[in-house]
């Protein structure tokens, strides 16, 4: 049985299922989840847990042994499965199977893993397991869907906010829920139980969240190469994974398409109705300025290669790669001068 993400919380109040799948590449919403299935086990006397993950190599007795292991401390097992690539091969497919027809009271199984697509879900093992528990898709959140999301984790911290001011959040957080809880989690510190304004809101960001990824982003627009390539270093010296800032680029580059696209019409910039607030305005003036419509449809094809690289793990040095990148926002013709990756 599927069940979606927002509504998760409604089923397992009712009851704790024999097993969860829970899968997808959206971080918070599978945190939350998983958080609940271990609060709800550990409620439901599950003290006994056994983590497993099914790397290359992996031995899938591990997982018939925890199933009939017994602890002297608790008889209920609550065994997590990882699956890295989303997939547990034939091996795997088969001992999941055989696992589900053992299935008892005393044993929870929760396998959880990455974004997964339709021949995974048509497969013996997930089918099996999803009619005797749940399946959770976890997918990134946009449009009504991230509103209402957004909603409800202000409605958790008691925090009312104005239409605009949830829009704010969004525009800036959007496709990373995780950025957007701690915003959240942020603002019910600094004004708890509160009705925040969007002056706040904007100072709070502003303050607190716009260093790293973000105070990169408008050094880059800013046009500041220097600097830029200061605070790659940076964040590469912190463990920074190098995902969240393609992810960043690449929503500003969505943002600056758009506004070109307006520049070209003639008519002056409505800054308010794409989301950008009067602190940034120059800085994406200033890149307006100084890329032109063949630069940005470069920086396009440049940022999709990236990314697909970024997802199968192919690139040695990924900030080598970042810094090319953000020059080409700055402007610089970098299309004849080599990669280097060594």
Avoid at 30 to 38: A, S, T, Y
Avoid at 223 to 237: F, H, N, P, V
Avoid at 315 to 336: K, N, S, T
Wanted: glycine residues 6%.
């Amino acid at each position: 049985m599927q069940i979606y993400p927002n509504q998760f919380s409604q089923d397992i109040t009712k009851a704790l299922r024999p097993c969860y799948l829970v899968f997808g590449d959206e971080p918070q919403q599978k945190f939350d989840v998983i958080e609940q299935i271990r609060a709800k086990a550990k409620a439901n006397g599950f003290e006994e847990r056994t983590v497993l993950v099914a790397e290359t190599g992996f031995n899938w007795n591990q997982l018939i042994e925890a199933t009939q292991s017994m602890s002297l401390f608790s008889s209920q097992q609550f065994i997590e499965l990882e699956l890295p690539t989303g997939k547990p091969g034939t091996e795997g497919s088969k001992m999941l199977q055989e696992v589900a027809a053992s299935l008892n009271p005393d044993i929870l199984l929760l396998v959880h893993g990455p974004k997964i697509g339709k021949d995974v879900q048509r497969g013996k093992w997930f089918k099996v397991l999803d009619d005797l528990g749940a399946s959770v898709l976890c997918y990134p959140l946009e449009g009504k869907q991230l509103n209402a999301w957004l909603n409800q984790q202000l409605n958790a911290h008691q925090l009312s906010v104005s239409a605009s001011g949830a829009k704010m959040i969004a525009d800036f957080c959007e496709g990373n829920t995780l950025a957007a809880k701690q915003e959240i989690d942020k603002l019910a510190l600094l004004y708890p139980h509160q009705s925040i304004s969007d002056e706040q809101i904007e100072k709070a960001m502003v303050d607190q969240s716009r260093f790293n990824v973000f105070q990169l982003v408008d050094v880059m627009l800013s046009g500041d190469s220097t600097r830029c390539i200061k605070m790659l270093y940076r964040l590469e010296s912190e463990g920074l994974e190098p995902n969240i800032i393609i992810w960043a680029l690449i929503r500003e580059w969505e943002q600056l398409w758009k506004l070109k696209l307006a520049q070209q019409s003639g008519a002056p910039i409505q800054w308010q109705k794409f989301g950008i607030w009067r602190n940034r305005q120059g800085f994406y003036q200033s890149a307006l300025n100084r890329l032109s419509v063949a630069q940005l449809e470069d920086i396009q094809k440049a940022l999709t290669q990236s990314d697909h690289a970024f997802k199968q793990n192919v690139i040695a040095r990924p900030y080598v790669e970042m810094c090319h990148l953000c020059m080409m926002f700055m402007g610089m013709d970098l299309r004849e001068i080599p990669l280097l990756q060594a």
